[in-house]
């Protein structure tokens, strides 16, 4: 392709979701991202109790990524035909896990902050 | 383990965010140059739409004109998707007027004299144009009339269809294709002898209502038959040889030399012209008719077409490099119409587009043109529902991919079926805007 400057990357997404969807997820992900690390600032400590849940949380993460890409296009898992789509597979589930458990983990530490997690034990 | 972040880490990643987000919405923004010129852009498609949106922030003062009667922006390559039920017609539809930039003027008719000695557009209606530089970009002509016995009226019943004609033909054409993949019986894929817009269509059209059959569990019952007046599958002989082999393995004959010259609808037969001037018949339940490609009758009645190459077509005489007309210097040929021997896809004109700008800007500025068009061309090969290859290549028939060594072009992928499905809409619509 010609031309492929983050530019045009960002113009080509604005167009797949629509201007004002697009910067509002970049906006979600940003705050989530923020506030993810703001508690481990705040905490200056991973709460490793948290941390567990936020794991366990990824394979559902894996799967809604995939179900997700799988939803919004004509395809399924038998149209992967070489060895770049087993990597944008295992991209997207990744990408689905790490989200997810970035998601729990800040939703734990913002609801239930580290000294009453500590309080508690 | 603890994991500590300081408040002076934080706001580093905090800054380096609002960096990167600030180097995306930063564009090559050199100064816009000041003109008092007249450019005049005759269609308002891909080509066009693009190359105002470009020119406008390019320049300041100049007068810009397009000409367009069509009120519907068609985004074609989504039309081999709606012929194969996997969009809905209204997927490739937009109005003409959604993508223009303000401070263009639209004329809404269709140019009917070109005069390249005294430099003016004339309309349908009279309105007489004068420019200082002009861009033809009006498109193709369908010459369906050239396939005796075939009206477009036809498609969707009696198994045909015909789905460059335009949105309502395409899912038409799927109303017809849906029928013989249930049904089974003769599929024939027909393509035409001249120069036509996306060469891979007629290719994948076939792929899809073979996959969409063999799906349904009636492939067992069908037989796909491709007809094409050519010698091989694809023009470039890497990507016919590829195609052949899919074709072996998917049991679809091929049938070269063979071009369509008619059909008779009530008897489902279809009459090939063959090698050595024979005619020859071929039954069919379904048919998909491509019918041949020419320029616009303005373009020829102008004399702007090549006079001694693809005289019964008609396209511009230009540079296959800088797209400049070869007899008048103030002329451009862009997208279908453009005389060079590969190029008429959406992909092409991305990269033509800014060969033109160039072009175009270095004329005012009175400076020698930089770009270059290469003959690039992007066929994402749809083979199956899920999964296509990314085939893109130029002039010399090279393969030129632009993921080397990621995205293997003759590999048949679910990222390049991906990349068509949910990126080309919105990479075109983009290039419509002037930003991709």
Redesign the interface.
């Known amino acids: ?4 400057t ?3 990357i ?7 979701f629509g201007t004002g969807m697009f910067w509002s997820m970049v906006a979600a992900a ?1 705050i989530v ?2 506030a993810y ?2 508690v ?2 705040r905490d ?3 709460a490793w109790r948290k941390f567990l849940l936020a794991q366990l949380s990824m394979p559902v993460g894996a799967v809604l990524g995939v179900w997700f ?1 799988l939803l ?5 898992l ?5 060895p ?2 087993i990597i ?2 295992l991209a997207i589930a990744a990408a689905g896990a790490i989200g997810m458990a970035i998601l729990v983990y800040t939703i734990q530490s913002l609801i239930r902050p580290a000294a009453k997690d500590r309080g508690a034990q | 383990m603890p994991f500590t972040l300081n408040r002076r880490q934080m706001l580093s990643l905090a800054a380096g965010s609002a960096a990167l987000a600030a180097a995306g919405s930063q564009t090559a923004t050199a100064a816009a140059i000041p003109t008092q010129a007249r450019i005049v852009i005759i269609g308002a498609g891909a080509g066009g739409t693009a190359l105002a949106n470009r020119l406008v922030t390019r320049l300041k003062g100049a007068q810009i004109t397009l000409m367009d009667p069509r009120v519907e922006h068609l985004y074609q390559p989504g039309l081999s998707l709606v012929a194969a039920g996997l969009k809905p017609a209204d997927y490739v539809v937009s109005k003409t007027t959604d993508w223009l930039p303000d401070g263009v003027t639209l004329i809404a008719e269709a140019a009917a004299e070109i005069d390249p000695e005294a430099k003016f557009v004339a309309t349908t209606s009279g309105q007489k144009v004068a420019y200082d530089f002009l861009v033809v970009a009006p498109g193709l002509v369908l010459d369906h009339d050239a396939i005796d016995g075939f009206d477009l009226n036809m498609v969707g019943e009696n198994g045909i269809g015909a789905l460059y004609a335009g949105p309502k033909y395409a899912a038409a054409t799927w109303k017809a294709a849906s029928k013989f993949a249930e049904e089974g019986g003769v599929g024939l894929f027909t393509r035409p002898a001249t120069e036509m817009k996306c060469a891979g269509a007629p290719l994948k059209h076939t792929f899809l209502i073979e996959d969409i059959t063999r799906d349904k569990g009636n492939r067992g019952k069908a037989e796909f038959h491709y007809a094409a007046p050519q010698g091989s599958l694809f023009g470039v002989p890497i990507v016919a040889e590829k195609v052949r082999m899919l074709f072996g393995d998917r049991d679809i004959n091929a049938h070269m030399k063979h071009t369509l010259t008619a059909i008779e609808p009530g008897a489902k037969r279809a009459y090939m012209a063959g090698a050595e001037g024979s005619t020859i018949e071929m039954d069919y339940d379904y048919i998909h008719v491509i019918p041949p490609q020419r320029a616009p009758d303005v373009i020829r009645q102008s004399g702007l077409s090549w006079p001694d190459k693809w005289t019964n077509q008609g396209w511009v005489e230009c540079d296959k490099g800088t797209l400049q007309h070869l007899r008048y210097d103030t002329i451009w040929a862009l997208g279908d119409v453009a005389g060079v021997p590969k190029g008429k896809t959406a992909a092409s004109v991305k990269w033509q587009v800014p060969v033109v700008e160039d072009g175009l800007i270095s004329a005012i500025s009175g400076r020698a043109p930089t770009e270059i068009y290469n003959g690039y061309t992007s066929c994402p090969m749809i083979t199956r529902v899920g999964r296509a290859m990314l085939i893109e290549f130029d002039y010399n028939n090279n393969l030129v991919p632009s993921f080397p060594g990621v995205i293997a072009p003759l590999e048949e992928l679910w990222i390049s079926w991906l990349m068509k499905e949910v990126a080309l809409k919105a990479t075109y619509n983009a290039m419509l805007r002037g930003r991709a």
């Open positions: 392709m010609k031309d492929m983050f530019g045009t960002l113009a080509v997404f604005e167009e797949i940003l991202t923020l690390l703001y481990l600032m200056h400590s991973i890409v919004m296009t004509n395809s399924s038998n149209d992967l035909g070489g770049v789509d944008v597979f």
